[in-house]
């Protein structure tokens, strides 16, 4: 056990340094810090809800490319799922509003880019697609069928386009909807009362954080439409 506890953690910790490294050298020193601030603000919204919630959760890792990753054990009900799949986004969207609010005022660059990212990474990640924490929501209050839908539909999409990393991504969906719906079968289902409060968070911080995203790109279309990084 402690052998594997030191593997795991050297693994995840090289996974991490290389995409540190990566992303800063593909986007640059100020897009790539935004980046990477952004990812690890999201994952450890995750980590610290699972933690509250005694899911003996690991550390936030990166993986070069993809972004990050909490592992953490089984929720005893979909309440704790639905809690840990939406404090990501919530961390990450106040990342991106806070940031905005501090370009405003001190008109930097770096506060920009951090908040333009921030949005536009936890909006992307509330679809109800793929391992996306959007999808963990939907199937943990109980809206299964859905997330199916949307997943086959950009499935089919992404085959028509030929955008095979894309339809890689759909394929991952279907994994996750599968083992969501067979793994964790016995896990306690949301009740009536709280799916309804948990479907208006995701609608509210959805309507807060596109809002926030539509106002920071009327401040400086320049920035956002030149995609300068660096």
């Not at 890792?61 to 929720?75: A, H, K, M």
């Not at 106040?94 to 940031?99: A, E, F, T």
């Not at 539909?153 to 990393?165: D, H, I, M, R, T």
């Not at 959805?206 to 660096?230: A, D, M, Q, R, T």
Request: aromatic share 16%; proline share 3%; hydrophobic share 55%.
């Amino acid at each position: 056990m402690h052998q594997s506890y030191w593997r795991d953690m050297i693994v995840s910790n090289l996974l991490s340094l290389l995409a540190n490294i990566l992303w800063l050298k593909v986007f640059g020193l100020t897009s790539g810090a935004a980046l990477i601030l952004s990812i690890y603000t999201h994952e450890y919204g995750h980590y610290i809800m699972a933690k509250l919630a005694g899911l003996n959760p690991s550390r936030p890792g990166l993986i070069p490319y993809l972004g990050g990753y909490v592992l953490f054990d089984e929720p005893n009900n979909q309440n704790e799922l639905f809690k840990v799949a939406i404090m990501g986004p919530v961390f990450g969207g106040v990342l991106g509003i806070i940031s905005l609010y501090l370009y405003l005022v001190f008109d930097g660059v770096f506060f920009y880019r951090l908040a333009i990212i921030s949005l536009i990474l936890n909006l992307f990640n509330l679809l109800p697609f793929s391992i996306l924490d959007g999808a963990k929501v939907f199937m943990a209050l109980g809206y299964n069928k859905l997330v199916l839908l949307v997943n086959t539909g950009l499935f089919v999409y992404f085959v028509l386009k030929k955008e095979y990393l894309l339809v890689v991504f759909g394929v991952l969906g279907f994994i996750s909807f599968y083992y969501y719906r067979l793994i964790r079968a016995e896990i306690k289902p949301v009740r009536k009362e709280n799916r309804r409060l948990g479907l208006l968070i995701y609608v509210l911080l959805v309507i807060i954080l596109i809002i926030h995203f539509c106002f920071l790109v009327s401040e400086n279309k320049y920035i956002f439409l030149s995609c300068e990084f660096g």
